[in-house]
């Protein structure tokens, strides 16, 4: 059995039951607690949600959730985006913002709700991230460690997707490492985010 230590405030079961059972929703994955029965009724009141990412594969995120979002049921919107600052590219020549960045400005998204720290316990952010009230955070390839400080603003917690079948392969690089030992499965994993390195509760894994 493995311990968790949570680093911040820990929700009680009922607010992490309702944050499972909402990921659950929002993502179209089909087990949803029987505790929780899902209404048909479409919601009028939807609850912010902000995605911490940055390559490609956070893009794709990105579309999972607005689509989802879009949905009359859906329980929450995309209020914000946190990616990392723009970086030298194509050989150091202009600065570029990241795929998650340019996919979200296609998308529609204004660039006041793009943030780019340079890290995620910088006081200007967290203070933005604070007037956005958001439930739930996600990240995706983020890259960045996030603080308490952070982990203690949305009430429902914040989630990392992480490709590998937690608790195995923890850390930076999941897919290498599981191709570098010839496994013949790995999969995805949703967590919820700890200050210890993939070590919170595991939501689900697929």
Known sequence: MHSYRWCGSLPSTATTTTATTMIRRLCCLQSVSP?????????TIKKPLV??????????????????SASPHSL??????????????????????????????????????IFTPLKAGDDDFLSNLKALQP??????????????????????????????????Y???APVQRALQDGVKETGVSLAF??????????????
């Open 170 to 172: 923890r850390g930076a």
């Open 135 to 168: 439930h739930l955070c996600i990240t995706a390839a983020y890259g960045n460690i996030l603080p308490t400080k952070f982990l203690d603003i949305p009430p429902l917690g914040t989630v990392n997707i992480h490709p590998s079948l937690l608790p195995l």
């Open 76 to 113: 929450f919107e995309v209020a914000a985006i946190v990616t990392q600052p723009p970086a030298r590219r194509d050989r150091g020549k202009k600065l570029a913002l990241s795929p998650l960045a340019t996919h979200a400005l296609d998308r529609g998204f204004s660039p006041d709700l």
């Open 193 to 206: 985010t700890v200050r210890a390195l993939d070590a919170g509760p595991i939501i689900t894994s697929f």
């Open 35 to 43: 505790s929780l029965p899902f209404s048909s009724a479409p919601t």
């Open 51 to 68: 995605l911490l990412g940055a390559p490609q594969v956070s893009a794709i995120v990105l579309d999972m959730l607005l689509n989802a």
